[in-house]
């Protein structure tokens, strides 16, 4: 494939759904599965709320056929083949990945909230870890409210996660949402501590990040972006560098996308991906809920572009103004994003409680479409351990 690469909208859509493996039959598959697909993503984004399954567990849920809770779990914290840490904010990264975040560390040791008091504690803490394993900020005292970067906190819970950011701790395991932090050195091999990182320089490290993101999301533009969050010092300049460096190195190809003023871009080693669209227009159809923060949404305004769908996570909208619910889920049928999804799990009665559907403009609920709807909701009761699905009146 030669020139200028050119893409329906109905193609880009393919594509991308595709790379993501959400189009046709499922390309990840369990534990390898698991794996394989957070290293092509780069990192998946990691937030506590556990309405109908945690963010992180609802993006792995949609593509990788076999995925349970448990299976995340060990992998992060029995194998520690994958860690939680910062990318994309607070992530789930390839364990491997370590030392490419190591300025990052260094930052924080240098400096950050409540900078003194956190040192004059940390000794003490990691001599207490020593002594009795991993702890969280309600075993160790220190109940002296310091400032911290949301709101003061306990200087017991800025003491864990300063050392945390700075990797002299990681996240050993969790009990709901508490989190029990153990000495990097008990967790990680001595050998990963040790790698340098492979990008000392700081411009081929944001270079290194823009193509990573672009490889989480699947297509991009060269423009501002939350895909590009936490990828310290990448302003313009740096990023249209980025970008001209990484075509004249083969490193991304450049896509016209009918219908879209701007240039999108994918990574090079996804052309035979392209060769599939551009030959096929028909794969198996499947319905998939999405996750609020998942990585193929995390450019809203491409999304809008390219499925004309307008998704906003109301979840921090005051209720007054919100337009559908708390924590609504696009809606995925085939290569279209169909409409979005209210489902909040009742632990109590077991019971997976749809709250509303809302089918976007010009989509007819046919009894083909329902069916799938209702079967991927059976599903997700089913992930949560719910016996049951409540459909709204009138479904």
């Known amino acids: ?8 909208k109905d193609q880009a859509r393919r594509f991308i759904l ?62 520690r083949t994958l860690l939680d840490y910062f990318d994309k904010n607070l992530a789930i990264i390839a364990t491997a990945d370590w030392p490419y975040f190591r300025r990052y560390r260094e930052a924080y040791k240098a400096g950050g909230r409540s900078h003194a008091a956190v040192n004059a504690v940390c000794a003490e803490i990691k001599a207490i870890i020593r002594q009795k394993g991993p702890v969280s900020s309600g075993d160790l005292g220190f109940n002296e409210k310091v400032d911290w970067y949301w709101s003061a906190t306990k200087l017991s819970r800025a003491a864990l996660e300063s050392m945390y950011f700075r990797g002299e701790l990681v996240v050993s395991h969790k009990k709901g949402t508490i989190k029990y932090y153990d000495l990097a050195e008990n967790c ?69 996308v009918v219908g879209i003023k701007d240039k999108l871009y994918c990574l090079a080693t996804d052309r035979g991906l392209l060769d599939t669209v551009l030959q096929e227009n028909k794969f198996k159809a499947r319905c998939e ?67 509303g559907i809302w089918y976007e403009e010009g989509v007819k609920p046919t009894k083909q479409l329902k069916t799938a709807v209702y079967q991927r909701l059976q599903k997700l009761a089913a992930f949560n351990n719910c016996k049951e699905v409540i459909l709204p009146a009138g479904f």
């Not at 494939?1 to 329906?8: E, N, P």
């Not at 993501?20 to 697909?37: P, W």
């Not at 945690?54 to 914290?77: D, I, M, W």
Request: glycine share 8%.
């Open 289 to 355: 809920i999405l996750a609020p923060l998942d990585n193929m949404l995390w450019d809203r305004r491409l999304i809008k572009a390219l499925f004309d769908f307008d998704y906003k996570w109301e979840i921090y909208t005051p209720v007054v103004k919100r337009r559908y619910g708390y924590y609504v889920l696009p809606l995925l049928y085939g290569d279209r994003l169909i409409g979005r999804v209210e489902p909040v799990c009742d632990r109590k009665t077991a019971s997976l409680i749809v709250k």
């Open 18 to 79: 595709l790379k993501h493996g959400l189009l046709g039959d499922y390309q990840f598959a369990g534990k390898e599965g698991v794996v394989a697909f957070i290293r092509q993503a780069g990192c998946i984004q990691f937030d506590p709320i556990d309405v109908c399954g945690k963010n992180a567990e609802l993006v792995l849920y949609s593509r990788v056929k076999g995925f349970t809770k448990e299976l995340l779990y060990s992998l992060l914290y029995a194998e």
């Open 1 to 8: 494939m030669t020139g200028v690469i050119t893409l329906t």
């Open 188 to 256: 990680l091999s001595l050998q990963l501590l040790k790698t340098p990182e492979p990008y000392p320089d700081e411009f081929d490290h944001q270079k290194w990040r823009v193509l990573r993101r672009i490889g989480g999301v699947g297509l991009l533009w060269n423009k501002p972006s939350d895909a590009w969050l936490n990828i310290w010092g990448l302003k313009a300049a740096q990023r249209n560098e980025i970008f001209r460096q990484l075509l004249d190195e083969r490193k991304l190809l450049e896509l016209t």
